[in-house]
């Protein structure tokens, strides 16, 4: 059980929008920490892809966006790609436990 | 170009021993909060520890406090992780990361190195 929930898998076709969302509670996401995602390539090590809320990187197409409401955030994939298929995971900070990093559980993007 | 490379995985039985190895380059290593993640097989992430630029603190999940230790030597731009009393839910493969201390978040990762916990 992942203290961040995010749903097992979505989908889309090439050209279409998706939304990732990423739910947490009042010890990280709702207590102003700031939630990060990551891309999973099959076979592949994570990769960072918004990081603090709604930045990314240099190097992530801006179809990738991240945003972040009360105890919530959520990853937004428009133009879907048929390399955008991965596994994408939110991440943030848990203030129950000392220095404790928490993630969502992850969720397969499948473009049909 | 940051480069994170991890070592020292392989078969170990159980309540066995093993240490992991990161070697850094290409970032001043020793400016750097730096942070171990594994994944079991089919699973997704799950942090494992956290260790301060100067090494001075560090920060375990519960599941692995008190049995691994994190580590580093900014002499050598090198990351361990030392795990004792290992157990089969310990399978995974473990990757290093940089830490973005007090953002809490990863942006560079190695390639990862696979421990099975299994007679």
């Known amino acids: 059980q992942s203290v961040l929930t995010q749903p097992p898998s979505v989908s889309g076709a090439p050209g279409q929008r998706v939304t990732i969302s990423c739910t947490g509670s009042s010890s990280n996401i709702g207590a102003y920490y700031s939630v990060h995602w990551y891309q999973q390539l099959p076979g592949t090590a994570p990769k960072l892809l918004i990081y603090t809320n709604t930045n990314r990187p240099s190097g992530v197409p801006d179809r990738f966006s991240g945003s972040k409401s009360g105890s919530s955030a959520s990853l937004a994939i428009t133009g879907l790609q048929a390399e955008d298929e991965a596994y994408y995971y939110c991440q943030s900070y848990d203030s129950s436990l000392s220095g404790s990093r928490v993630f969502g559980g992850g969720t397969k993007l499948t473009v049909l | 170009d940051v480069q994170l490379v991890e070592s020292g995985g392989g078969l170990v039985q159980p309540g066995g021993s093993l240490r992991l190895s990161c070697a850094a380059s290409?970032?001043?290593?020793?400016?750097?909060?730096m942070t171990w993640v594994r994944q079991a097989p089919g699973k997704g992430l799950e942090w494992v520890a956290t260790i301060k630029d100067g090494g001075s603190d560090k920060y375990y999940v519960d599941s692995v406090r008190g049995r691994f230790t994190i580590s580093r030597d900014n002499a050598k731009n090198s990351l361990y992780l030392q795990m004792n009393s290992l157990t089969a839910e310990d399978t995974a493969v473990y990757y290093c990361?940089?830490?973005?201390?007090?953002?809490?978040?990863?942006?560079?990762w190695g390639q990862g190195t696979l421990v099975t916990v299994s007679s």
């Open positions: 290409g970032f001043t290593f020793s400016t750097y909060w």
């Open positions: 990361a940089t830490d973005r201390g007090g953002y809490y978040y990863f942006d560079n």
